[in-house]
């Protein structure tokens, strides 16, 4: 059908999703891995004995916390427990299939030796690259390498949030030329990274941009064939972001689910989209001292697989300390995690959305290929009968445990196209179990 629509020239540059391989292999990973770290991690949400309420991140930020101070944090970086190798082991045992480090936060530290600022790794004392054997550690676990990077950059002397004077724009000007080259750089160094993960594009200055980050990513793309980058990076040419003014969609997925899901299928506009998701209730980098509610692993699993049952990757978050050390409840968290990944990741590997009406017993997520159904039950019913309703002319070909698939079941037909599974697992298994359903072709 013709679309009504404003004429744009830098829109969006596709309409409907991605279906080269990458993309596909983007769409198949279902958990991922976040990593923020960066001198925040030194005062860990602490200044002068002072307690910091916000994002460990944003310190800098904080009028208890003078900037000057905050930008002489690099002369303290020498994280000497860094053993890039454990993290990804440790990702690896996770379950995770990506993972997007920070590159460069707000502050402007950058993680690599940059040929265009001094502010980073290479003048503080730690003295050399963080994010190549990053890469390399990930990659040799065979997991995909994200670049995470924030355009807002509060160390670069031409950033502006706005552009108000000539000034002004004479010295975003500047700001801009640094960010295309740092960028470059980025993917010349690290070639083998899968995408970039955008940050701090939410300023009217950068709004304003629609040429030039257009032109950027038509490169960066060209460096990299197959690059991932997701609706944060450009806006259009009314200063739209995620979704162009006619409603289109900006980037190979939506990147506005952040420390929030969709609740329905439809809430996800049929989009490829990723949720990235604090520990805490909103702490990214650091904080020594996690106040407020605290995720389990019950609730990170849960959304893990929600996420997947509406099409979504689910990206749990990590904070080093300033000494490279991930925190005891990180560690502890994913081991649980991982305990259930080794039983459960068919459910969720190479998985997403199908259109069986959802059922209060928990999340239906379909294999991709083979077209396998799994049922996640987090609310087992107290009869132990799951109800299944199936659309009309598909059957139950066959029923059973993933944990132990020897364990079958007969679906006991309560009306036409809907059963009851009487669950057979034990009450006390760990986590929610999951039952395979090979549906009628
Ligand atoms: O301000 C940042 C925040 O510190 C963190 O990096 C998150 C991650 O998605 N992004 C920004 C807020 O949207």
């Known amino acids: 059908t013709p679309r009504t629509s404003i004429a744009l020239e830098h829109g969006s540059h596709r309409l409907g999703k991605r279906t080269d391989e990458m993309m596909q292999t983007w769409r198949n990973y279902g958990l991922g891995q976040f990593i923020h770290w960066g001198l925040y991690a030194i005062p860990g949400g602490h200044w002068e004995g002072k307690y910091y309420g916000g994002a460990a991140e944003w310190i800098r930020s904080w009028k208890d916390m003078p900037n000057e101070a905050y930008d002489e944090l690099y002369k303290e970086f020498d994280p000497q427990n860094f053993d890039p190798r454990a993290w990804a082991k440790q990702a690896k ?12 936060h707000h502050d402007g530290f950058c993680l690599w030796p940059s040929e265009y600022t001094d502010y980073d ?35 670069h002397l031409g950033y502006r949030s706005k552009l108000e004077t000539e000034e002004d724009r004479e010295a975003y000007e500047g700001f801009k030329e640094f960010t295309r080259n740092q960028l470059l750089e980025l993917l010349d160094l690290y070639p083998t990274t899968k995408g970039l993960w955008f940050d701090g594009t939410w300023d009217a200055a950068w709004k304003e941009q629609a ?9 960066m793309r060209e460096k990299i064939p197959g690059l991932i980058i997701g609706s944060r990076f450009r806006p259009d040419d009314y200063g739209n972001r995620h979704f162009d003014s006619n409603g289109d969609l900006m980037g190979d997925y939506e990147q506005g689910w952040e420390r929030k899901l969709p609740e329905t299928f439809e809430d996800t506009k049929g989009n490829d989209w990723d949720c990235v998701m604090t520990v805490p209730e909103n702490q990214w980098g650091y904080h020594s001292d996690w106040r407020g509610h605290v995720k389990t692993s019950f609730e990170l699993i849960e959304m893990l697989v929600k996420s997947v049952s509406l099409n979504g990757n689910f990206v749990m978050n990590f904070g080093p300390d300033g000494q490279g050390s991930i925190r ?28 069986w009406k959802k059922q209060d017993w928990g999340y239906y997520t379909k294999n991709r290929e083979t077209g396998k159904v799994y049922m996640v039950v987090f609310n087992r019913p107290l009869n132990g009968a799951l109800r299944v309703k199936t659309p009309s002319k ?6 059973y445990s993933l944990k132990e698939p020897s364990v079958t079941y007969e679906p ?10 009487h669950l057979k697992e034990s009450k006390t298994s760990k986590g929610p179990v999951v039952i395979v359903i090979e549906p009628t072709k």
């Open 412 to 421: 006991e037909e309560v009306h036409k196209d809907e059963y009851f599974i």
């Open 93 to 104: 045992s996770l379950g995770a299939k990506y993972m997007i480090i920070t590159t460069k």
């Open 121 to 155: 790794v290479t003048n503080s004392p730690y003295g050399k690259d963080i994010i190549g054997p990053l890469v390399e550690a990930y990659d040799a676990e065979g997991i995909d390498v994200y670049l995470y990077f924030s355009v807002m950059d509060w160390n």
């Open 328 to 355: 005891e409840e990180e560690t502890k968290l994913a081991a649980e995690i991982g305990d259930w990944m080794d039983v459960n990741h068919e459910a969720i590997y190479g998985c997403g959305y199908l259109d």
């Open 211 to 219: 040429a030039f980050a257009d032109k950027l990513e038509t490169e």
């Open 394 to 399: 598909i059957g139950l070909e066959k029923v």
